[in-house]
């Protein structure tokens, strides 16, 4: 098979050891595997003897080659032209890539493992055909792995290769890859000009009861977007086009009364459940992962807040994120005091590795964190004075919001908000948001509120969110009846509360207020 015509979708690698094969017959887990779609096998085995692992390849190349799926064998040349198959994968420490390439000839497929951009340029230029690049997530069935990547380095890797003129290089991210994430990481590094051409998994289906419907199901998942992804193109948003549409999207959901899945710290739970039922959505406030599931069947949207954050709380958010993402429930992510400590700072790694968010919402200090910013000191859930211009903010907003194929709301006096494309400021508010706890937490019960209405653009339902709310502090912050923070809260709520009956009587004035510039 001429390399330029593989197939790289769906790529098995196999694994022999009892923890992933369990009792299971290696050939018969592969026929399996090629039977359920699997378009390119790699025979990896670190024990067998080299005449043993012969063997083994010619009885897997029996299975693959009528199939038309490629077989390559790990790091061993020797034993891919004893056995006549198709190429090899090497690794970093295995033989280099144009000796391996002198031998086995131009005709041979021939793969090579990319931790990183100089791994993957140096590879491309040698003439690699295909690239694995990873470790995408942590993985038991490779634990020596140099580092994890995420899904942002995989995309920083695809777009240097293009920029770099390697643009042809096939490419498929490794490690931790299954039937819950495949969607996604196909989905996320699409945003770059190179995409992946797929995905290489090891348990996924070797560790599997049912290795024909794993791979199956992983097909399945790779080859249709994700229920989250957006089904309409963009429009590009104007100030006036925004305004003309607010009052009927606080209406909508008002008379959707969406419901508002609130996972959010110990100190917001009973304001946010007020915002919730002000703005005009239903609010639950479960932690409870267990019981994410029956409620993302109920058509709303989840606020996941990090505050007062505990190991079994990571638990519950994770499983709650599964279960809306499975149903493209829309998900919003408050990484709250994501850069004060480690534990944060590994929880907000943990969550993006563990599900899509259409919408990250944090002040300075937590979206640099969001962001991979190395060395972001914040002192305890404040964002503390600005470090950075507003050009430099809008610029870190567009590009995580583009790099994560989602929505990033940067609060502060003026708020940015982007979904990588579309890049908008808004500098409504009053000053009583900032002396008040939860403010920014139950900005964030807004927004999802709306996001759960309006999902075609959830730009426009996260700015209408934005606006609803700080308009409503405005309001509040000048009534003659406030006289600090604390008449401020139930002011407020009053005004978030007649903000909504306004639009669902038809009156649109308060919009004359909006302070909004496209960027
Ligand atoms: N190579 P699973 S990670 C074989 O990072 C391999 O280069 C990796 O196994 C790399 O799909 C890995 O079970 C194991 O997570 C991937």
Redesign the pocket.
Known sequence: MAPSTVDYTLYL?T?STPA?LGGKDLVAVVKAAVEGGATIVQL?DKTSDTSELIQIAKQLHQVTKPAGVPLLINDRVDVALAAGVDGVHI?QDDMDLKSARKLLGPGAIIGV?A?NLEEALEAARDGADYL?V????A????EN??SIIGTAGVQQILSELAAQGFGSVKTVA?????AGNAQRIMYQCAATEKQLDGV?????I??SHDPKTATQNLRKLISEPPPFASSTSKKQLTRNDIVAQLPDIIKRMAERKPLCHNMTNLVVQNFAANVALAVGSSPIMSNNGLEAGDLAALGGSLVINMGTTTPEMRSNHLKALAAYNAVGGPVLLDPVGAGATQHRKDGVKALMAGGYFDLIKGNEGEIRTVSGAQGVKQHGVDSGASQLTLEDRVKLVTGTAARERNIVLMTGATDVVSDGERTLTISNGHKYLGEITGSGCTLGTTIASVMAVERDDKLLAAVAGILMYEIAAERAGIREDVKGPGTFVPAFIDELYRVRQECVNGDSRWVDAVKIDVV
């Open positions: 690698v694994d992933i990896r690794g493992t931790n694995g990873g470790t995408v997530y993985t038991p069935t490779k792995t140099k490794i490690g931790g890859i299954n290489a998994v090891v348990s996924a070797m560790a």
